[in-house]
């Protein structure tokens, strides 16, 4: 780093490539919720794919969620670079208030409905383990600990599941700027983000006693936002002289991805819980390949991708509401008996149909309420970026 700690790269707030990437990944994630229902290894693709293909397309949901932990942080911390000019100069009142307009009327929503759901006895939606309720259910989405519940108690119902990766994220940013206050200064923040980074593989390792906790534990992924904000941190200070050292930086990044998404099975045995720390790595090397290209000549989309960047743009509408299409696709599916055979032809409407659900959320709620909570609680606030360009 230089020796200020004021940005000296100017930072844009869009990317066609972080917006492919986040795209890939929650297709990931609904494709493996299909998965689990509809597996293509029991259908025609298994008789001309490897396993390994197949396993990548269905089985990858976790680790698309952890590159969602470090976009989030690289997009995050980049927003406020641009705002503020150093995380030390961040404006909490702000920061939270734009959290809070982007994160709580889909999430408030989201949990009225599911309630609903529950109490009018639907199926895949009611709450059914003994040591679970309702009104626990509420408390534990809407105060930022259903994955602690869920560690305690068991999996709540698919729709109540996703939050989990909620939680983590925002109880990270309510700490966030707090810390950056404290420490002021890039160089006492830097060693404790490079630390809280690094310590993924140990503490998913120290959590091997509860599958559950384990998988949706606060610190291993905060670790992987934490390497979102180191991202963005170099971003803002560093810039290649060299395109090769770029397109370098965008393979290396690219195919420890492949290695993890594709490969896992067989990096696990010798890397253990260091495959995350790949994951994590290689996604913050992807996005600042991205980044830097991106800063240097002007941002070309990726030919044939826009509609994968769309589900990028609205990926978090997506993510908290493609659980009620895939239990209705899945419905429609062992209603019309249809044999797994075939499963694979019930991705496509999937897919889909969680896009166009995203997008009515997006349009008729997330961008107005966002839009009004923003005028209202921001003094001259700054107008409102394209729907679905950063993380907040």
């Not at 409905?113 to 009104?135: C, E, F, K, T, W």
């Not at 429609?332 to 991705?347: D, E, N």
Request: hydrophobic letters at 55%.
């Amino acid at each position: 780093m230089t020796g200020s700690d004021r940005p000296v790269v100017a930072l844009p707030a869009r990317s066609p490539g972080i917006d492919l990437l986040r795209g890939l990944s929650i297709v990931l994630v609904v494709m493996h919720h299909v998965g689990l229902r509809i597996p293509l290894k029991q259908g025609v693709l298994a008789t001309f794919l490897p396993k390994w293909l197949l396993s990548a397309l269905i089985y990858n949901g976790y680790e698309a969620v952890f590159v969602f932990f470090v976009i989030s942080g690289f997009l995050i911390t980049t927003n406020t670079l641009i705002r503020w000019g150093s995380l030390g100069a961040i404006d909490v009142r702000t920061f939270y208030v734009r959290r809070a307009a982007r994160i709580l009327p889909c999430l408030a929503i989201l949990v009225a409905v599911l309630s609903v759901l529950h109490l009018v006895g639907a199926r895949d939606y009611v709450i059914s383990h003994a040591n679970q309720s309702l009104p626990r259910a509420i408390f534990s989405a809407l105060g930022l600990h259903l994955n602690w519940y869920e560690g305690h108690t068991g999996y709540l119902p698919g729709g109540w599941d996703v939050l989990w990766s909620l939680s983590i994220e925002e109880v990270f940013y309510l700490g966030f700027p707090l810390l950056c206050l404290g420490l002021r200064r890039d160089r006492f923040l830097v060693p404790v983000l490079v630390l809280l980074a690094l310590s993924l593989p140990a503490a998913r390792a120290a959590l091997a006693g509860n599958e559950i906790w384990q998988e949706k534990a606060y610190l291993p992924g905060m670790a992987g936002i934490a390497a979102g904000v180191l991202g963005a941190l170099i971003a803002a200070r560093f810039r290649p002289q060299r395109r090769w050292a770029v397109m370098l930086l965008r393979a290396c990044g690219t195919g420890g991805l492949v290695a993890v998404f594709c490969f896992e099975g067989k990096l696990w045995p010798v890397l253990g819980n260091g495959v995350l720390l790949v994951l994590t790595g290689s996604a913050v090397g992807l996005v600042l390949s991205f980044h830097w290209q991106e800063t240097s000549t002007p941002a070309h989309p990726f030919p044939g991708t826009g509609w994968l960047r769309s589900f990028g743009r609205l990926s978090y509408e997506i993510y908290l509401t493609h659980m009620f299409v895939v239990f209705l696709v899945v419905r429609v599916f062992r209603a019309c008996s249809g044999g797994l055979w075939w499963g694979v032809l019930w991705y496509v409407p999937a897919v889909a149909l969680s896009w166009l659900l995203g997008w009515l959320v997006a349009r008729t709620i997330s961008s107005r309420c966002e839009r009004a909570l923003r005028r209202r609680w921001i003094t001259a606030a700054p107008p409102l970026e394209p729907l679905g360009a950063t993380a907040e």
